[in-house]
């Protein structure tokens, strides 16, 4: 695939992964503390867990966000290359930062 054709895919579908991950982030904070769940409830170490999958889930949408910006940073080689490795690395925080934060939950007290 061309720089400039990987450029224009990266920027429309990190545009609706970004969606999503606030959607998906959204929903499931808005479900946790609806119910009356707080990161407060949990003991220490699982509490270190929940915050570092937190912040890697919000540093994850930034670089999702990052990528589907339809403005480019330097020429579109380098944008291309640049704009690939946010998404990936992005979604990889996603992932992981949200299964660390649900399993962080899971381990906390059930109320």
């Known amino acids: 695939m061309t720089p400039e054709k990987n450029v224009q895919r990266i920027m429309w579908t990190g545009t609706i992964w970004f969606g999503v991950a606030v959607g998906a982030a959204a929903v499931t904070l808005g479900l946790l503390f609806s119910s009356g769940w707080r990161p407060a409830l949990l003991s220490s170490g699982v509490r270190v867990l929940w915050w570092v999958g937190a912040g890697l889930v919000t540093l994850s949408i930034g670089l999702i966000g990052w990528s589907g910006c339809p403005i480019l940073e330097v020429d579109v080689p380098t944008a291309s290359r640049n704009k690939s490795l946010t998404m990936q690395l992005g979604t990889m925080?996603?992932?992981?930062?949200?299964?660390?934060?649900?399993?962080?939950?899971?381990?906390?007290?059930?109320?």
């Open 93 to 111: 925080m996603f992932i992981i930062g949200g299964a660390a934060a649900m399993l962080a939950v899971l381990l906390g007290p059930a109320s």
